[in-house]
Every structure is written in C-alpha cells, then in structure tokens.
T-cell receptor, first 113, second 117 residues
Framework: SQKIEQNSEALNIQEGKTATLTCNYT??????LQWYRQDPGRGPVFLLL?????KEKRKERLKVTFDTTLKQSLFHITASQPADSATYLC????????????FGQGTELSVKP | GAVVSQHPSWVICKSGTSVKIECRSL??????MFWYRQFPKQSLMLMAT?????????EQGVEKDKFLINHASLTLSTLTVTSAHPEDSSFYIC?????????????FGPGTRLTVL
C-alpha cells in the first residue's frame, strides 16, 4: 500500500544547531516533493519544492535532499532559531494525479533558546 | 507571494444546520483548488479537487452530497457542509494551485475551524 511517513516524535533541539527532519515514502512515484511549515491553527506555508531529478535544493538556511532510490527526503534547518519552532509537513506530488498533494503526518520541531 | 483567503476563520453551528466556507485566490487565477480536512495532531487529508466550471472530484470515502463544492469563478471556490453533525467538527483548509513553468506550488488558505454543537 502507499505510505508516506515522517518522524512521529517531536524533535527538540538547541538554538544554533541543525535540525534534520525525515520523510520516507513507499509505492509512490513522485514528480515533486514539497515541504511546508504549519503553525498551530494556521494553514501550511510553502517552503521548498524539489523535483525527482534534483538531488538537493537550498534556500537560505533550508536544505532539502531527495533520494528516489531510498525513497527518502531529508529537510535541514541550519543555525536553527526559536522562531523555527513549528510543524513541518512533507508532501508528495505524484505523477498523473492532477496536482493533488499527499501529505505526511508532520514532525513538530521545538527549538530551545 | 500569492495569497489565498478563507472566510469565515471560525464558525460554531448547531447540529443539522449547513455551513458555507469560501476560499478566494486574491492576486492570481486558480483553475484548480483543493479542499482538505485536518483533525488535531493529524495530517491534512484531501477531500476533493475543485476545477473551475466543472464538477468537483471527491476522494474515496468523502460524501459528495454532504460536502458540496462549487467553483464558479477562477478566484472563488466554496465548500458547504450540509446537515452538519459533531463529527464534522474539524479544521478545513483550501489551497489553490498556481502553474508557473513546470512547478506545482500550492498556496494554502489560513483555514476555517468548524465546531458543530
């Protein structure tokens, strides 16, 4: 069956460290993989998109990797700040499904000062 | 960036009543909008895909007669929860897709918290 999984346990790290979040999937062939940030009671906010033929994408302190062999994406936040505390969602954009996104359950990140 | 609004941001209603939620793309045209539902501590679950000028496509297990979707213009989609019951209480979020080159970036609304008493 098709599955997309993120670390279910909350991730607690110290300010200034690098946070690494994992997204694993099975039985999908995604054209793209996207990462979103969601704050409590708010809608998700788009962060980064990576295509299946891209290994890595960077945007400021964010870095995403995409390994279609391992069926895994890693999301890194370097020099983390308390303001980075939120839930981070990965979403697959499979081929030929009209652009609809399949979301993981999210990982809650807490950055302590 | 592109902005999507939702109205209302929260609503409380009695069981058996109907509630309409609006989703608007404010500075771009969206041929496709998506409606999601999110329960506490859970992920977003896609309910339906709404295409301008045509009938919505519902995901398996979503009752189309209960969750009525209308996408009458390129900037507005509405979701009506008919005969709402307490189990329909949830956070409803819409998104709109902007096609730019070969991207598929979606912009999400701020969500609508529905509480059915």
């Amino acid at each position: 069956s098709q599955k997309i999984e993120q670390n279910s346990e909350a991730l607690n790290i110290q300010e200034g460290k690098t946070a690494t979040l994992t997204c694993n999937y099975t039985n999908y062939s995604p054209a793209y993989l996207q990462w979103y940030r969601q704050d409590p009671g708010r809608g998700p906010v788009f962060l980064l998109l990576i295509r299946e033929n891209e290994k890595e994408k960077r945007k400021e302190r964010l870095k995403v990797t995409f390994d279609t062999t391992l069926k895994q994406s890693l999301f890194h936040i370097t020099a983390s700040q308390p303001a980075d505390s939120a839930t981070y969602l990965c979403a697959l954009d499979p081929y030929n499904q009209g652009g609809k996104l399949i979301f993981g359950q999210g990982t809650e990140l807490s950055v302590k000062p | 960036g592109a902005v999507v609004s939702q109205h209302p941001s929260w609503v409380i209603c009695k069981s058996g009543t109907s509630v309409k939620i609006e989703c608007r793309s404010l500075d771009f045209q969206a041929t496709t909008m998506f409606w999601y539902r999110q329960f506490p501590k859970q992920s977003l679950m896609l309910m339906a895909t709404s295409n301008e000028g045509s009938k919505a496509t519902y995901e398996q297990g979503v009752e189309k007669d209960k969750f009525l979707i209308n996408h009458a213009s390129l900037t507005l989609s509405t979701l009506t929860v008919t005969s709402a019951h307490p189990e329909d209480s949830s956070f409803y979020i819409c998104s709109a897709r902007e096609l730019a080159g070969d991207h598929n970036e979606q912009f999400f609304g701020p969500g609508t918290r529905l509480t059915v008493l």
